[in-house]
């Protein structure tokens, strides 16, 4: 500070102005400071931590290939080659390891999510369709419809350690909590009880003769197992403490597919592919409470994270019909691509991505809009996508969906749980589900499988019919390649006169 300023104050007895020594000169302050700044920035989070991008997988079956999509772009950021008729896709519960089930060369591909490369391929039984996996990642269960068994994979080792026969026939989709498997014979109209502690059949429950159970799902406290039976339009509903039917509820047609719990358990929802509805099941009476008419051909669905909207996807309608569970009525009908697969759930549940068979891409949804706002192109015949902590319309996936995973959280979708893993680029949570990932299976006595499906964490595949068996109102499955597409064993393949095993592949 000039000094004749400094001379006038001591002059005139003036007060030294504040934050000054008797020279006039401000302190030398700034070691201080720097101290502090040094401080705030070892505890303050890295400004990347909130940013770790999010990546989708999707099982672009006729292409024989994963394509990742960075969801912060919306673009496909990697192409993973695979097995033939890649198909169902499991997230590993930290999100470091993606299984890819290949329908057609008999085998499960393992991808390593950080480096986006296949690192093993590990063969299986005949035609596996879907998988499950345990809450700590170690085993992975996959069905294979066309061997009637079940492969058990050490995930540390990539090998085969069991594989256990399910005394049914058309093992196709599977429920696992924490000591039991239950996988649902389509042909032999049974459910298989499996302990996993020993790898053995425990019980079979009979869903009734001609039903044709597929899919099912887990209430949130695991004492009930919902199972959809295609061909007899029926819900078969297992006491998991007794491995006994103890209700069957008709929903009035055929084609009941993928069910969905909602959150609380109290409600059961199941999409009936040629009633084009979706049927509302109260839980505590086993009695359909509501018929809640969609699109053309419904097959599976996604529940959001707080249970106020159910999203199905219509197959022949392009469409997704978005269902306010608290009116059980349709608010919003969004038109996507060209046969909509399954839809999936983000890890925060406003981003919506549809996959479309037919027109080899996936859309994307803004859930607070109900609008698509971005479609992006993938390989041929995109089936199944998974996401960390996503909400598949499989509750078996990785969570619940896409799909099943056992882990004893509430889903993502599979969630609607979240789990970071810092050393990936993903946040997992314990799917949908069908985890990773479902959302529906939410206690410690239950595994959500979807990511989700969600989400898993999530999210299919089919089940032993050729593409050209598979049920087509009006479209049919581009030239250029041989079943294409795994079908799904719907009611109208059922022979008049009795039913035969489907054609393996």
Same mark, same amino acid.
């Given at each position: ?25 401000? *302190?030398?302050?700034?070691? +201080? ?20 991008? @999010? +990546? ?15 969801? =912060? ?15 169902? $896709? ?31 391929? !590990? ?5 596996? !369709? ?19 068994? @079940? ?21 196709? /989709? ?6 039991? $498997?239950?996988?649902?014979?389509? +042909? ?10 020993? %790898? ?8 009734? =003769? ?7 799902? $887990? ?38 597919? /993928?069910?969905?719990?909602?959150? &609380?358990?109290?409600? $059961? ?46 197959? +022949? ?10 009116? &059980? ?23 919506? /991505? ?5 027109? &080899?891409?996936?859309? @994307?949804?803004?859930?607070?809009? %109900? ?61 949908? *589900? !069908? ?35 598979? *049920? ?34």
């Amino acid at each position: 500070m000039p000094t004749h300023l400094i001379t006038s104050w001591a002059g005139s007895r003036r007060r030294r102005p504040p934050h000054t020594r008797r020279d006039g000169r401000r *302190p030398r302050v700034w070691p +201080f400071a720097a101290l502090v700044l040094i401080v705030l920035a070892a505890v303050a989070p890295p400004a990347t931590a909130a940013q770790q991008p @999010v +990546f989708a997988y999707v099982a672009d079956f006729a292409s024989d290939q994963v394509s990742v999509i960075d969801t =912060a772009t919306n673009t496909v950021t990697a192409t993973v080659p695979v097995g033939n008729g890649p198909g169902f $896709l499991q997230l590993s519960p930290d999100g470091s390891r993606l299984y890819v089930i290949n329908a057609l060369s008999f085998d499960v591909s393992v991808i390593d999510t950080r480096t986006n490369t296949e690192i093993a391929r !590990v063969a299986v039984g005949l035609q596996p !369709v879907y998988s499950a996996i345990t809450a700590d990642g170690s085993r992975l269960y996959v069905l294979n419809s066309g061997s009637d068994n @079940v492969s058990v994979i050490d995930t540390a080792t990539r090998a085969v350690i069991a594989t256990i026969s399910v005394g049914g026939t058309d093992p196709f /989709y599977p429920a696992l909590n924490r000591t039991s $498997l239950y996988t649902t014979n389509t +042909f032999s109209d049974n459910v298989s009880v499996i302990d996993t502690r020993t %790898n053995t059949v425990i019980a079979t429950p009979s869903t009734g =003769a001609g039903s044709g159970p597929q899919f099912s799902a $887990l209430s949130p406290d695991g004492t009930r197992l919902y199972v959809t039976n295609v061909f007899s339009g029926t819900i078969s509903v297992i006491d998991t403490r007794t491995n006994t039917v103890i209700a069957t509820v008709p929903l009035g047609g055929s084609g009941a597919y /993928y069910p969905v719990v909602s959150r &609380n358990g109290t409600r $059961l929802y199941v999409p009936d592919f040629f009633s084009n509805s979706v049927a509302v099941i109260d839980t505590a009476t086993y009695a359909v409470i509501a018929t809640i008419p969609v699109g053309d051909g419904p097959e599976f669905a996604a529940l959001s994270r707080n249970g106020t909207r159910l999203y199905v996807a219509n197959m +022949f309608s392009g469409t997704i019909s978005v269902i306010d569970t608290a009116t &059980n009525a349709v608010i919003a009908t969004i038109p996507v691509g060209d046969s909509p697969f399954v839809p999936v759930l983000g890890p925060d549940g406003t981003r919506l /991505y549809v996959t479309n068979e037919l027109s &080899n891409n996936v859309s @994307v949804i803004d859930t607070t809009t %109900n609008t698509v706002i971005a479609t992006i192109g993938v390989g041929e015949v995109p089936q199944w996508i998974a996401l960390p902590a996503g909400t598949a319309g499989l509750a078996a996936a990785s969570g619940q969906p896409s799909v099943p995973s056992a882990q004893g959280r509430p889903t993502t979708q599979q969630s609607q749980h979240s789990d970071q893993h810092t050393q990936v680029r993903h946040q997992t949570e314990s799917l949908d *589900p !069908v985890t990773t990932t479902s959302e529906q299976h939410q206690s410690d006595n239950s595994y959500a499988h979807h990511t989700n499906i969600q989400s898993a964490p999530t999210i299919i595949g089919m089940g032993g019919w050729t593409a050209k068996e598979r *049920p087509r109102k009006r479209r049919s499955r581009p030239s250029g390649r041989p079943a294409a597409g795994l079908a799904r064993p719907m009611a109208s393949h059922r022979p008049a006169g009795g039913r035969s095993r489907a054609t393996r592949h």
